[in-house]
Protein backbone atom coordinates (compact mmCIF):
# COMPACT_ATOMS: atom_id res chain seq x y z
CA UNK A 1 0.00 0.00 0.00
CA UNK A 2 1.39 3.39 -0.90
CA UNK A 3 2.92 4.98 1.95
CA UNK A 4 2.62 2.44 4.27
CA UNK A 5 5.60 0.84 4.93
CA UNK A 6 6.38 -3.17 6.90
CA UNK A 7 9.46 -2.69 9.23
CA UNK A 8 9.69 -6.36 10.36
CA UNK A 9 7.13 -9.39 10.79
CA UNK A 10 6.17 -8.45 14.29
CA UNK A 11 3.85 -5.14 12.73
CA UNK A 12 1.81 -7.71 11.22
CA UNK A 13 1.29 -9.71 14.07
CA UNK A 14 0.07 -6.71 16.25
CA UNK A 15 -2.26 -5.22 13.73
CA UNK A 16 -3.71 -8.67 13.13
CA UNK A 17 -4.15 -9.08 17.07
CA UNK A 18 -6.43 -5.68 17.33
CA UNK A 19 -9.07 -7.40 15.37
CA UNK A 20 -9.19 -11.10 16.93
CA UNK A 21 -12.78 -11.56 18.32
CA UNK A 22 -12.29 -12.55 21.81
CA UNK A 23 -15.88 -14.42 21.98
CA UNK A 24 -14.15 -16.93 19.69
CA UNK A 25 -11.16 -16.88 21.41
CA UNK A 26 -12.82 -17.56 24.63
CA UNK A 27 -14.97 -19.90 22.93
CA UNK A 28 -11.58 -22.09 21.67
CA UNK A 29 -10.16 -22.00 25.31
CA UNK A 30 -13.27 -23.17 26.75
CA UNK A 31 -13.22 -26.34 23.97
CA UNK A 32 -9.57 -26.81 24.41
CA UNK A 33 -9.84 -26.76 28.66
CA UNK A 34 -12.28 -29.41 28.05
CA UNK A 35 -10.25 -31.48 25.73
CA UNK A 36 -7.34 -31.40 28.00
CA UNK A 37 -9.76 -32.30 31.09
CA UNK A 38 -10.66 -35.29 29.18
CA UNK A 39 -7.27 -36.70 28.18
CA UNK A 40 -7.14 -38.54 30.72
CA UNK A 41 -7.97 -42.34 31.31
CA UNK A 42 -9.47 -42.26 34.32
CA UNK A 43 -11.44 -39.22 33.23
CA UNK A 44 -12.84 -40.31 30.55
CA UNK A 45 -13.57 -43.23 31.94
CA UNK A 46 -15.90 -40.91 33.88
CA UNK A 47 -17.27 -39.36 31.13
CA UNK A 48 -18.37 -42.10 29.70
CA UNK A 49 -20.05 -43.67 32.48
CA UNK A 50 -21.66 -39.86 33.75
CA UNK A 51 -23.22 -40.48 29.87
CA UNK A 52 -25.58 -42.83 30.99
CA UNK A 53 -27.25 -40.72 33.66
CA UNK A 54 -27.08 -39.69 37.10
CA UNK A 55 -23.91 -41.07 38.31
CA UNK A 56 -22.61 -40.64 42.41
CA UNK A 57 -18.97 -40.94 43.98
CA UNK A 58 -19.92 -43.60 46.03
CA UNK A 59 -20.84 -45.52 42.55
CA UNK A 60 -17.70 -44.55 40.82
CA UNK A 61 -15.88 -45.18 43.53
CA UNK A 62 -17.47 -48.95 43.14
CA UNK A 63 -16.75 -49.42 39.26
CA UNK A 64 -13.40 -48.05 38.93
CA UNK A 65 -11.54 -49.28 42.36
CA UNK A 66 -9.94 -46.17 42.99
CA UNK A 67 -10.25 -43.97 46.35
CA UNK A 68 -13.21 -41.06 46.67
CA UNK A 69 -10.44 -38.86 47.11
CA UNK A 70 -8.96 -39.47 43.87
CA UNK A 71 -12.47 -39.90 42.20
CA UNK A 72 -13.33 -36.72 43.75
CA UNK A 73 -10.12 -34.87 42.26
CA UNK A 74 -10.83 -36.36 38.54
CA UNK A 75 -14.58 -35.18 38.77
CA UNK A 76 -13.69 -31.57 40.02
CA UNK A 77 -11.49 -30.88 37.14
CA UNK A 78 -14.21 -32.35 34.20
CA UNK A 79 -16.81 -29.93 36.08
CA UNK A 80 -14.63 -27.09 36.44
CA UNK A 81 -14.08 -27.72 32.62
CA UNK A 82 -17.49 -27.40 31.62
CA UNK A 83 -17.90 -31.38 30.95
CA UNK A 84 -20.47 -32.51 33.63
CA UNK A 85 -23.14 -31.07 35.94
CA UNK A 86 -23.02 -31.36 39.26
CA UNK A 87 -26.29 -31.57 41.58
CA UNK A 88 -26.08 -32.19 45.41
CA UNK A 89 -28.68 -33.95 47.12
CA UNK A 90 -28.20 -33.96 50.56
CA UNK A 91 -25.22 -35.96 51.61
CA UNK A 92 -24.62 -37.07 48.11
CA UNK A 93 -23.77 -35.25 44.90
CA UNK A 94 -25.39 -36.72 41.63
CA UNK A 95 -22.85 -35.82 38.04
CA UNK A 96 -23.77 -36.48 34.73
CA UNK A 97 -22.73 -35.49 31.64
CA UNK A 98 -23.68 -32.07 30.42
CA UNK A 99 -26.37 -31.60 28.27
CA UNK A 100 -26.82 -27.68 27.30
CA UNK A 101 -25.12 -25.04 26.73
CA UNK A 102 -21.73 -24.27 24.35
CA UNK A 103 -19.51 -27.69 25.60
CA UNK A 104 -22.42 -30.10 25.18
CA UNK A 105 -21.61 -31.00 22.05
CA UNK A 106 -17.95 -31.16 23.38
CA UNK A 107 -18.55 -33.35 25.76
CA UNK A 108 -21.03 -35.87 23.54
CA UNK A 109 -18.04 -36.01 20.88
CA UNK A 110 -15.64 -36.86 23.47
CA UNK A 111 -17.70 -39.57 24.58
CA UNK A 112 -18.37 -41.06 21.08
CA UNK A 113 -14.78 -40.93 20.17
CA UNK A 114 -14.08 -43.57 23.63
CA UNK A 115 -13.86 -47.51 21.81
CA UNK A 116 -16.93 -49.10 21.84
CA UNK A 117 -15.00 -52.20 22.26
CA UNK A 118 -12.58 -51.38 24.95
CA UNK A 119 -12.44 -53.90 27.35
CA UNK A 120 -11.70 -51.83 30.34
CA UNK A 121 -14.85 -49.56 29.47
CA UNK A 122 -16.96 -52.58 28.87
CA UNK A 123 -16.17 -53.61 32.26
CA UNK A 124 -17.21 -50.36 34.14
CA UNK A 125 -20.56 -50.43 31.88
CA UNK A 126 -20.73 -54.09 33.03
CA UNK A 127 -20.48 -52.84 37.36
CA UNK A 128 -22.57 -49.71 36.89
CA UNK A 129 -25.20 -51.70 35.43
CA UNK A 130 -25.07 -53.95 38.37
CA UNK A 131 -24.85 -50.92 40.72
CA UNK A 132 -28.16 -49.46 38.86
CA UNK A 133 -29.85 -53.24 39.45
CA UNK A 134 -29.38 -52.88 43.05
CA UNK A 135 -30.58 -49.35 43.38
CA UNK A 136 -33.41 -50.48 41.31
CA UNK A 137 -34.40 -53.15 43.76
CA UNK A 138 -33.98 -50.96 46.44
CA UNK A 139 -36.56 -48.34 44.98
CA UNK A 140 -39.20 -50.67 43.75
CA UNK A 141 -39.05 -52.61 47.34
CA UNK A 142 -39.64 -48.70 48.88
CA UNK A 143 -42.54 -48.32 45.83
CA UNK A 144 -43.89 -51.59 46.99
CA UNK A 145 -43.77 -50.78 50.95
CA UNK A 146 -46.22 -47.77 49.87
CA UNK A 147 -48.17 -48.94 46.96
CA UNK A 148 -51.24 -49.35 49.29
CA UNK A 149 -51.49 -45.61 49.25
CA UNK A 150 -50.87 -45.56 45.77
CA UNK A 151 -53.39 -48.20 44.73
CA UNK A 152 -56.30 -47.13 47.16
CA UNK A 153 -56.26 -43.30 45.72
CA UNK A 154 -56.25 -44.90 42.37
CA UNK A 155 -59.78 -46.28 42.87
CA UNK A 156 -61.19 -43.46 43.90
CA UNK A 157 -60.83 -41.31 40.44
CA UNK A 158 -60.61 -42.25 36.69
CA UNK A 159 -57.93 -44.42 34.87
CA UNK A 160 -54.82 -42.66 34.98
CA UNK A 161 -54.63 -43.61 31.53
CA UNK A 162 -57.37 -41.08 30.82
CA UNK A 163 -55.45 -38.61 32.70
CA UNK A 164 -52.38 -39.13 31.13
CA UNK A 165 -53.94 -39.27 27.40
CA UNK A 166 -55.57 -35.91 28.49
CA UNK A 167 -52.95 -34.51 29.20
CA UNK A 168 -50.81 -35.04 26.32
CA UNK A 169 -54.19 -33.16 24.26
CA UNK A 170 -53.62 -30.42 26.25
CA UNK A 171 -49.91 -30.12 25.93
CA UNK A 172 -48.43 -28.25 23.01
CA UNK A 173 -47.16 -31.06 20.17
CA UNK A 174 -43.94 -29.92 19.88
CA UNK A 175 -41.55 -27.12 20.75
CA UNK A 176 -41.01 -27.63 24.01
CA UNK A 177 -37.49 -27.07 25.14
CA UNK A 178 -37.36 -27.14 28.83
CA UNK A 179 -39.89 -28.86 30.62
CA UNK A 180 -40.07 -28.44 34.74
CA UNK A 181 -42.24 -31.33 36.54
CA UNK A 182 -42.81 -30.37 40.50
CA UNK A 183 -43.21 -33.09 42.56
CA UNK A 184 -42.52 -35.49 39.99
CA UNK A 185 -42.68 -38.38 42.48
CA UNK A 186 -41.94 -41.63 40.11
CA UNK A 187 -41.19 -39.42 37.58
CA UNK A 188 -44.50 -40.49 35.69
CA UNK A 189 -45.19 -37.13 33.57
CA UNK A 190 -41.94 -36.84 32.40
CA UNK A 191 -42.14 -40.15 30.90
CA UNK A 192 -45.82 -39.05 29.45
CA UNK A 193 -43.98 -36.05 27.73
CA UNK A 194 -40.36 -37.44 27.02
CA UNK A 195 -41.11 -37.54 23.34
CA UNK A 196 -42.07 -34.00 23.01
CA UNK A 197 -39.58 -31.79 24.94
CA UNK A 198 -35.66 -31.33 24.50
CA UNK A 199 -34.81 -31.45 28.08
CA UNK A 200 -37.07 -32.46 31.18
CA UNK A 201 -36.10 -31.70 35.03
CA UNK A 202 -37.94 -33.46 38.12
CA UNK A 203 -38.01 -31.84 40.97
CA UNK A 204 -39.36 -33.81 44.14
CA UNK A 205 -38.54 -33.28 48.45
CA UNK A 206 -38.63 -37.26 49.17
CA UNK A 207 -35.32 -38.87 48.28
CA UNK A 208 -36.82 -42.12 48.24
CA UNK A 209 -39.14 -41.38 45.50
CA UNK A 210 -36.60 -39.68 43.32
CA UNK A 211 -34.28 -42.96 43.28
CA UNK A 212 -37.75 -44.71 42.15
CA UNK A 213 -37.96 -41.85 39.47
CA UNK A 214 -34.34 -42.50 38.17
CA UNK A 215 -35.01 -45.78 38.00
CA UNK A 216 -37.70 -45.13 35.81
CA UNK A 217 -35.96 -42.95 33.27
CA UNK A 218 -33.41 -45.31 32.89
CA UNK A 219 -35.27 -48.05 32.02
CA UNK A 220 -37.32 -45.76 29.66
CA UNK A 221 -34.22 -44.82 28.31
CA UNK A 222 -35.26 -40.84 28.61
CA UNK A 223 -31.11 -39.86 28.53
CA UNK A 224 -32.29 -36.29 28.38
CA UNK A 225 -34.63 -36.52 31.30
CA UNK A 226 -33.50 -35.87 34.87
CA UNK A 227 -34.13 -35.59 38.43
CA UNK A 228 -33.05 -33.80 41.73
CA UNK A 229 -34.00 -33.21 45.11
CA UNK A 230 -35.85 -29.42 45.62
CA UNK A 231 -38.39 -27.37 47.29
CA UNK A 232 -40.72 -25.93 45.74
CA UNK A 233 -40.74 -23.01 48.29
CA UNK A 234 -36.83 -22.36 47.13
CA UNK A 235 -36.56 -23.17 43.09
CA UNK A 236 -32.49 -23.98 42.25
CA UNK A 237 -33.50 -22.58 38.38
CA UNK A 238 -32.91 -19.40 37.22
CA UNK A 239 -35.96 -16.93 36.08
CA UNK A 240 -37.59 -17.08 32.94
CA UNK A 241 -35.84 -21.28 32.59
CA UNK A 242 -38.48 -23.37 31.71
CA UNK A 243 -41.67 -22.79 28.41
CA UNK A 244 -43.08 -25.42 30.05
CA UNK A 245 -44.13 -26.93 33.80
CA UNK A 246 -46.28 -29.80 35.07
CA UNK A 247 -48.05 -29.80 38.44
CA UNK A 248 -49.05 -33.43 38.90
CA UNK A 249 -51.47 -34.44 41.96
CA UNK A 250 -49.36 -31.87 44.51
CA UNK A 251 -51.23 -28.84 45.34
CA UNK A 252 -53.59 -30.40 47.67
CA UNK A 253 -50.44 -31.25 50.16
CA UNK A 254 -49.15 -27.52 50.00
CA UNK A 255 -49.88 -24.92 53.04
CA UNK A 256 -49.95 -22.14 50.16
CA UNK A 257 -51.14 -23.60 46.29
CA UNK A 258 -51.27 -19.34 45.43
CA UNK A 259 -47.53 -18.82 46.54
CA UNK A 260 -46.41 -22.20 45.13
CA UNK A 261 -47.93 -20.89 41.52
CA UNK A 262 -46.28 -17.46 41.98
CA UNK A 263 -42.84 -19.43 42.37
CA UNK A 264 -43.30 -21.13 39.57
CA UNK A 265 -44.27 -18.75 36.96
CA UNK A 266 -40.93 -16.79 38.24
CA UNK A 267 -38.80 -19.30 36.73
CA UNK A 268 -41.56 -19.72 33.53
CA UNK A 269 -40.24 -18.42 30.00
CA UNK A 270 -43.17 -15.66 28.44
CA UNK A 271 -45.51 -17.74 26.70
CA UNK A 272 -44.96 -20.59 28.35
CA UNK A 273 -47.67 -23.24 29.54
CA UNK A 274 -48.62 -24.50 33.10
CA UNK A 275 -50.43 -27.52 33.37
CA UNK A 276 -52.05 -28.39 36.79
CA UNK A 277 -53.63 -31.57 37.72
CA UNK A 278 -55.72 -32.06 40.64
CA UNK A 279 -58.58 -33.11 42.84
CA UNK A 280 -62.22 -30.57 42.37
CA UNK A 281 -63.57 -29.84 45.39
CA UNK A 282 -64.77 -33.23 47.62
CA UNK A 283 -65.51 -34.12 51.31
CA UNK A 284 -62.90 -37.23 51.69
CA UNK A 285 -61.84 -36.20 55.25
CA UNK A 286 -60.21 -39.24 54.93
CA UNK A 287 -57.74 -37.86 52.61
CA UNK A 288 -56.74 -35.56 55.02
CA UNK A 289 -56.68 -37.68 58.05
CA UNK A 290 -54.71 -40.60 56.62
CA UNK A 291 -53.10 -39.26 53.40
CA UNK A 292 -51.89 -36.02 54.89
CA UNK A 293 -53.58 -33.91 51.70
CA UNK A 294 -54.23 -30.06 52.92
CA UNK A 295 -56.52 -29.10 50.68
CA UNK A 296 -59.59 -31.48 49.89
CA UNK A 297 -59.51 -30.41 46.09
CA UNK A 298 -59.97 -27.06 44.43
CA UNK A 299 -62.20 -24.91 42.48
CA UNK A 300 -62.14 -23.54 39.08
CA UNK A 301 -62.46 -19.78 39.73
CA UNK A 302 -59.84 -20.04 42.62
CA UNK A 303 -56.78 -22.03 40.72
CA UNK A 304 -57.78 -19.04 37.61
CA UNK A 305 -56.87 -16.34 40.46
CA UNK A 306 -54.31 -17.37 41.49
CA UNK A 307 -52.88 -18.14 38.03
CA UNK A 308 -54.13 -14.15 37.00
CA UNK A 309 -52.43 -13.13 40.10
CA UNK A 310 -49.09 -14.89 39.06
CA UNK A 311 -48.88 -13.54 35.66
CA UNK A 312 -50.19 -16.49 33.79
CA UNK A 313 -53.34 -16.61 31.67
CA UNK A 314 -56.15 -19.30 31.54
CA UNK A 315 -56.64 -20.77 29.03
CA UNK A 316 -58.21 -24.29 29.01
CA UNK A 317 -60.04 -26.67 31.73
CA UNK A 318 -61.00 -30.19 31.21
CA UNK A 319 -62.86 -32.03 34.15
CA UNK A 320 -62.57 -35.99 34.52
CA UNK A 321 -65.52 -37.22 36.69
CA UNK A 322 -64.69 -40.00 38.52
CA UNK A 323 -66.57 -42.10 42.05
CA UNK A 324 -66.00 -40.24 44.32
CA UNK A 325 -63.06 -38.13 43.03
CA UNK A 326 -63.10 -35.78 39.52
CA UNK A 327 -59.89 -34.76 38.32
CA UNK A 328 -59.73 -31.26 37.04
CA UNK A 329 -56.59 -29.84 34.50
CA UNK A 330 -55.79 -26.87 33.96
CA UNK A 331 -53.67 -25.18 31.61
CA UNK A 332 -52.10 -21.61 31.70
CA UNK A 333 -49.96 -19.57 29.54
CA UNK A 334 -47.54 -17.51 30.66
CA UNK A 335 -48.21 -13.63 29.36
CA UNK A 336 -45.28 -12.27 27.71
CA UNK A 337 -46.11 -8.78 29.46
CA UNK A 338 -46.07 -10.33 32.59
CA UNK A 339 -43.83 -9.07 34.97
CA UNK A 340 -40.54 -10.80 35.79
CA UNK A 341 -37.14 -10.63 37.74
CA UNK A 342 -34.85 -7.79 37.02
CA UNK A 343 -31.44 -8.13 38.97
CA UNK A 344 -30.28 -4.80 40.46
CA UNK A 345 -27.40 -3.30 38.06
CA UNK A 346 -23.85 -4.20 39.46
CA UNK A 347 -21.41 -1.83 40.92
CA UNK A 348 -19.74 -1.37 37.88
CA UNK A 349 -23.26 -0.76 35.63
CA UNK A 350 -23.98 1.69 38.08
CA UNK A 351 -20.42 3.62 38.11
CA UNK A 352 -21.28 3.92 34.19
CA UNK A 353 -24.95 5.85 34.59
Same mark, same amino acid.
Given at each position: ???????? %??? @????????????????????????????????????????? !???????????? !???? &??????? +????????????????????????????AAT? =??? $????????????????? %????KLE????? #??????? #????????????????????????????????? *??????? !????? $????????????????????????? %???? !????CQV????? #????? &????????????? %??????????????????????? *?????????????????? +??????? =?????????????? +????? =??? &???????? @?? *??? +?????????? &??????????
Open positions: MAGHHIHN %LYD @IDIKISLYVNISIMSELDQIMEAMRAAAEPTRLRILVLCAA !GDVTVTELVRVM !GQSQ &PRISRHL +KVLSSAGLLTRTPEGSWVFYRLVSSGPLA =RQL $VDLAPEGDEVLNRDRER %LARIRAEEA #ALYFNQN #ARYWDELRTMHVDDAQVEAAVLDLMPRAGIQNL *LDVGTGT !GRMLE $VLGDRINHGQGIDISREMLAVARTH %LEQA !GLKHRHANL #AQLPF &PYDSFDAVTVHQV %LHFLDDPAQAIQMIAQVMMPDGH *LLIVDFAPHELEELRREH +KHRRLGF =RDDEVEAWCEAAGL +KPIRT =RRL &PGNPLTVT @IW *LAQ +KDDLAMTYVP &PPTLRERART
